[in-house]
Each structure stands twice: as structure tokens, then as C-alpha cells.
């Protein structure tokens, strides 16, 4: 199945960009703060970012990979960073795999909207493409 991973594919081609992420590590939505969601004053940056599943970092540019891991790998891993950032704290277990669950099927459907090889660019839920597949 196709996944999102972190990439430095196209980074620079707008003056916002940014990329604290580990290339090739995969990625999630993260949750965008009030600052950005009202798109008033200052924006900080966080509604254009994907973030890094191990480094814990954003990136605003992700890659659609075809990957061979499993459902059950991918729940795995994104069970395990959300719960080292802390996002899983004081939730009820039924709460806290919905959460793991939305976070993982949320990448999913992204993902597969898309070509493998094609570098995505998030605003406020939207993608939109960077690079085609195969335009490097
Ligand atoms: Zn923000």
C-alpha cells in the first residue's frame, strides 16, 4: 500500500518552507493550532506541516511511497509515536486507538490519491502537488 514519507524533494521552492524531519521516515497530520486554523496574525507554520512519525519534527513536503508494510505495521508505528509524544496520555483505550486509527487512515487516503513518487504539499487539510511522479 502507499504511504507518506518525509522527503527534501522540492524543499525551497517556496519561501515557507521547512523540513526538521528525518528524510524517508514516515509521516502524519499533526494537530494545527488555532493561529493557523483562523489564518489570522502570525501564522506558525503547523498547517503545512506533516509530521515525522520518529523524529517528531514537521516537514512540508511528504512523498507518496509504495511501502510493504502491513495495516497492522503502520498501527503499530503510528501507535508508538503518538504515544512517545504524549498525545495518547489520560485517553480512555477506546479513545486512544480511534485516535491511532483516524491518524493512520488519514495518511492512507492521502496517500492513495496519488501516484507513487509524487511529492505532496498540506495546507489546512488540502494536498496538493509538488512534483509529479517521475519528474525526477
Ligand atoms: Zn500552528
Excluded: N
Excluded at 518552507?17 to 507554520?45: H, I, K, N
Excluded at 487512515?105 to 509538488?130: C, K, N, W
Aim: with cysteine.
Amino acid at each position: 500500500m502507499k504511504v507518506l514519507t518525509a522527503t527534501e524533494a522540492t524543499q525551497g521552492t517556496r519561501a515557507d518552507d521547512y523540513s526538521w524531519t528525518t528524510p524517508g521516515e514516515l509521516v502524519m497530520f499533526g494537530a494545527v493550532c488555532a493561529s493557523d486554523l483562523r489564518g489570522t496574525g502570525q501564522p506558525c507554520g503547523c498547517g503545512r506541516a506533516f509530521a515525522g512519525l520518529h523524529s517528531a519534527r514537521a516537514t512540508t513536503t511528504a512523498e507518496v511511497v509504495e511501502s510493504a508494510m502491513s495495516l497492522d505495521d503502520l498501527v503499530l508505528a503510528f501507535r508508538d509515536s503518538l504515544t512517545c509524544g504524549g498525545w495518547l496520555d489520560d485517553l480512555p483505550p477506546q479513545d486512544a486507538a480511534e485516535l491511532v486509527q483516524l491518524s493512520v487512515m488519514e495518511m492512507l487516503v492521502v496517500a492513495d490519491r496519488f501516484p507513487a513518487g509524487t511529492v505532496i504539499g498540506t495546507h489546512l487539510g488540502s494536498q496538493y502537488v509538488r512534483q509529479e511522479a517521475g519528474a525526477r
